[in-house]
């Protein structure tokens, strides 16, 4: 089984040191209940529910799976139901939540930390609260206030859970051309009927009610995504005293059979007139969702982040046992017939590659959960908005940058251990089947590309990314730390606006320009981020004493040398513009099948 131990003390550097949250809990009126006491009993205690709980399920999970009867009944792997009833009862599913509603009001600086150990040692298990959490926060701001207290009590509690049910067979990325339809029944209520895929925990044994949140169209909506409205259907219709009626009109009609998470139920949901509620005003459903889309979005990033951290914590466990070979220096263990490989530099390269990203991603997820804080809690409008629009504009890189290049680290990771890494059972193949998924769903990576450049830059003119790039120099210019991240930094900022000005200027004549250059752009970004990051880190441990802050400085040499560099190369490509892939004719791309 894979080892895990949650890494404490990286995450109480990353709050006390980096982002010194007491003083930003404190100096907020709505956060003023936050202490760091209580802070460190809730990471200690979701450490030991991660690692004895859901860990030692990840793997049954994974040769279980979700299974599906001919009556439309799903059942979750062995051990998932107790686990989630654990996870449930002990408050962690309304840990965030609207304390109006039953929550408990953490910001997101501290439920990141929380969710980031559930992906870690459990992503299928994961998805399920996850869920739950994102359609509570779409309500909280959407609904009504009948929506809210017949809902978000329940599902905070655990005792209900949710969906988002956005995606057709037809209709992916582009959700303007969904045929759910919505027709009114004189009392309030729609019909939906439609047929739903990729629904995350459409149905499962762990809750007695299922909360799907539905997009769909009235008769008389507009063509294409100003037509679209959200509606909430439950699984069990709730009586006027919150008690559970009639079954709905709904049901799975199938899961899924992936390459990883396998332990999540990924459903065919069908909807045959079955009775909902729209949620906000019609036609507004799309924005709505987004609230919803956008925290999923942030947390995929987590996803990421969890699989490289139990990737690197095995692969780094594995390369100080396994023996092969002799070192380069000088023989380490002379009474073993091989040193340990832990002492290849090649060997440490990929490690080095999976821990610098580790903690990077670590540091950039608190860093939009600040921006996330700060746009929820703060009295200050401008300050709301200025973060609002940094959330903005990060989202996307938080959920791209941060998958690609988990993915890439757990690949990583698995190299370290050669042949071993490919079988069963080390565990290994799994972390890299599991992450994968998050490259693709909750909007692909491609996609988050033209969002961040097609939305987030061209729309305004790179306005965004100049308040970014103002506030990046400002840090990096004022750090007291003498260490070569400083100039990266700045170089890299540099080489970020020379490139957003080079793209503003081409895409009024290249009309390709946007979607051929989004991802190399994306992920030119990407580096920028994670430079920053480490000019943070940096600057937080320079002047303290000790190995454990002696190495994070050591890492931000590792990440100036060996993969800072890459923004150059995505520059460059970036630049090469959209011709030499628009050039091709068609046919080029044609098959024959005789």
């Not at 100096?27 to 030991?48: P, R």
């Not at 832990?342 to 821990?355: F, K, P, Q, S, T």
């Not at 993969?563 to 098959?591: E, N, Q």
């Amino acid at each position: 089984m894979a080892i895990y131990n949650a890494p404490l003390d990286d995450m109480r550097f990353m709050l006390n040191d980096v982002f010194k949250v007491e003083q930003f809990w404190q100096s907020n009126e709505k956060l003023a209940h936050v202490d760091m006491d209580t802070v460190n009993m809730i990471l200690e205690e979701m450490a030991k529910l991660s690692k004895n709980v859901l860990l030692p399920i990840n793997r049954v999970g994974d040769e279980e799976g979700a299974t599906y009867q001919a009556d439309g009944v799903v059942t979750t792997p062995k051990g998932f139901k107790e686990a989630y009833q654990q996870y449930a009862e002990s408050g962690w599913i309304g840990l965030g939540g609207d304390p109006e509603y039953g929550g408990q009001g953490f910001p997101k600086m501290v439920t990141m930390l929380t969710e980031e150990m559930v992906f870690t040692t459990n992503q299928a298990f994961a998805l399920y609260p996850n869920l739950t959490v994102g359609a509570s926060l779409c309500l909280l701001a959407a609904g009504s206030d009948e929506q809210k207290q017949t809902y978000l009590e329940k599902m905070y509690a655990g005792e209900w859970s949710g969906t988002m049910c956005l995606t057709e067979p037809h209709a992916g990325t582009d959700l303007g051309i969904i045929k759910t339809k919505a027709v009114p029944n004189g009392d309030g209520s729609y019909a939906i009927s439609g047929t739903k895929i990729f629904i995350t925990g459409g149905e499962h044994d762990l809750t007695e009610n299922i909360i799907h949140l539905v997009l769909a169209k009235t008769p008389d909506a507009p063509a294409g995504s100003k037509g679209i409205s959200l509606f909430v259907v439950p699984k069990f219709i709730v009586n006027d005293d919150g008690s559970l009626g009639e079954r709905n009109t709904l049901a799975a009609g199938s899961i899924e059979h992936k390459m990883g998470i396998k332990g999540s139920a990924t459903c065919v949901m069908n909807f045959d007139n079955a009775k909902g509620w729209m949620v906000g005003a019609e036609n507004t459903g799309l924005a709505s969702m987004f609230i919803m889309m956008n925290y999923e979005r942030v947390t995929m990033g987590l996803q990421g982040l969890g699989g490289t951290e139990l990737a690197y914590q095995n692969a780094a466990a594995y390369a100080n046992e396994r023996g092969q070979g002799r070192s380069d220096t000088q023989i380490q263990s002379p009474e073993k017939p091989a040193d340990s490989i832990i002492h290849h530099a090649d060997v440490r390269r990929m490690l080095l590659n999976a821990r610098a990203n580790a903690e990077a991603s670590r540091c950039f997820a608190m860093y939009v959960a600040k921006q996330l804080d700060e746009s929820k809690f703060s009295v200050d409008a401008d300050a709301a908005q200025a973060a609002a629009a940094r959330v903005a504009l990060l989202t996307p890189i938080a959920k791209a940058f941060l998958t690609d290049k988990a993915f890439e680290a757990t690949v990583d990771c698995q190299q370290v251990f050669g042949g071993h890494g490919y079988i069963r059972e080390w565990g290994m193949e799994q972390i890299v089947r599991d992450t994968r998924i998050s490259q693709i769903y909750e909007g692909a990576n491609g996609i988050q590309a033209l969002d961040l450049l097609g939305r987030k830059i061209a729309r305004n003119n790179g306005k965004y990314m100049q308040n970014f790039l103002a506030e990046i120099r400002n840090f990096v210019s004022n750090m007291q730390a003498d260490h070569g991240i400083k100039q990266a930094t700045l170089e890299a900022a540099d080489t970020l606006e020379t490139l957003t000005n080079a793209v503003l200027s081409n895409i009024g004549e290249r009309k390709n320009e946007i979607n051929g250059c989004a991802v190399d752009y994306l992920h030119a970004c990407g580096y920028l981020c994670y430079a920053y990051m480490f000019a943070m880190m940096v600057e937080a441990a320079h002047d303290k004493e000790g190995e454990f802050y002696a190495n994070k400085l050591k890492l931000a040499n590792f990440f100036v040398g060996r993969i800072l560099p890459r923004i150059r190369a995505h520059a460059d490509m970036v630049k090469a513009g959209s011709d030499p892939m628009m050039d091709f004719d068609l046919s080029y791309f044609a098959t024959n099948i005789s």
